[in-house]
């Protein structure tokens, strides 16, 4: 398993990133693949490398996950997100081939709504321990709960924060006017 | 067996910059497990952008750390470029890519002189800050100002490369040439500098890459990532960039902290030559893709979408999300993650059958975000020493900016 090989001595074998999308389409259906943003650099606007945009159920997301380590062990950036109304939609921002060649790099970012119904995402802790901070913070900042992630204190709050107030959401659990105090 | 103890390394602690704490598990001496907590300095910054729009957040985005200052603003402004579609002039990217190797260059030196203190080695500690001095001299003469440049902006930068800027630039590249080996032979020459940092902190190449380690606290462990060289921006994609690495110069990677200190200075020595080419290649032609701030927030607030960026920042990959709503002139929500929230993950691993002595050795290793200067006392010529009022300090900072800006 692609998560457990890990070698100074295999160096990854990029792939195009139309491959990747043909892959995740064929598997997940057409509508998974988003934007795909081809980026260029430079005096002549070369294009270079390309940044994906998927999306994916919750369900699911653990077996996108394993889809993409079949190309490259997938560098974790962050998880980004955002209280949407009815769901919170975590974005896991990732990279494909980060040691390959000169402008091999996919970039892949994986939208999954979570809902409010159930505020629970599997955790990726497994797979790639460097996702703690990240899942810690998205729990203590959004409210998410990371089922398998280990340590589940506070990370950046304050030891005394009031966790039913949850930083970065938009509905009643998210600071009130009272809770916020401008500096000027 | 020797009786555990748990001691708290932080939040303030001497050997370091900024406050963190690592709890450390100890068995004697011997540290055999750690836990690190963080948090003492979170100020909101993402919740404050909010209510801003993203010109406004440029300068809260400057202020995330006072070293890599330009590093956080270009991956943001690269991120609204991105969800708004915004083009930079070849230009601007060429001087984005000059503050860029220039910010790096001061990093790594302060880095390099902070870690030579945290080891008693105070000489070298002061030959790497009289270094740094040069550059911060070019980063004043090109904006005026040592910390915060405010030299990116949204589709370009606002500071031109003058002749003045570019002779100053010379002059440095001239003076690190010839004055920054006496400093790397004086600390790698040093047997106690090697047997103080040789085998200390270790992270294998397995976990660096588990852990998501990034920049050079990657690179020691022999992960040869570097977004230079892997998804070139700005004008890199005009000349190839490679991932430094030890094992390419001394044939194995043993991801210690020597190797931390090693994959810098030859990263200084990799970032003169980056800004050779800069200076070789630079284009004529405009700086700005839109003049006017008006024309711009105008355009970003028709913008619907996420956009995202990632750049090598001194200490690594430094990643901006935001998302910018159709109507809404602020920025609705942004994600910074900066280089050092990813290589803190990997600290309790480094510590493992350390010395508790080394343990701030091995928190400064990673080159944590740390802004400290200070200015405020000074020597005159007959030796006695004088306090400078808040109103002196100013003037004779705008005097010296006039003068390295050819004023």
Known sequence: MTFLNISQDIPPVPVPAGEITARIAEVFGEGSVGRIADRKAGRDDRGWFTDLWLSVEKERFLEMIDLLAEFDFPHFHVIS????????????????????????RVGVTVSVPVYKTDLVMPSLFSRIPGVEYSEREIREMLGIDFDGLPNKALIFLPEDWDETIKPWRRDETGPGADDVRHLS | MEKKYKIPIGPVHVGLKEPITAWL????EKIVGATVRPGAIHRGIEYMARDR????VIYLSERICGICSFSHIMAFVRAVEDAATIPVPPRAQYIRTLVLELERLHSHMLWAGVACYTIGFDSAFHLGMVLREKVMDVLEALSGN???YGVGTVGGVRWDITPAVAKSVK???RYYRREFSPFYDVVTGDPIALARM???GVLTY?????HTAVGPTARASGVRCDLRKTSPYEAYGDFSVEAIVPQDFYGKAYGDVFDRFLVRVHEVYQSLEIIDHVMEGL??????????????LAYTKKAEGTGIASIEAPRGDDTHVVHLAAGDENVTWWKVRAPTYANAVSWPLMFRNNELADAPLIINSIDPCISCMERMLITDASGEKSVVTRTELLDKCREKTRRLMGK
């Open chain 2, 171 to 173: 002059d440095m590249l």
């Open chain 2, 206 to 210: 397995e976990e660096a890459v588990r």
């Open chain 2, 198 to 200: 040789r085998n200390v």
């Open chain 2, 53 to 56: 729009n993203p010109i406004q």
């Open chain 2, 283 to 296: 284009p004529e032609g405009e700086i700005l893709w839109e003049k006017n701030l008006n024309k711009v």
């Open chain 1, 81 to 104: 997100g955002n209280d949407d109304g009815e769901a919170v939609t975590l974005h896991y921002h990732l990279s494909l081939f980060r040691l390959a060649g000169r402008g091999e």
């Open chain 2, 146 to 148: 040592r910390v915060n």
């Open chain 2, 25 to 28: 598990d100890l068995e004697g």
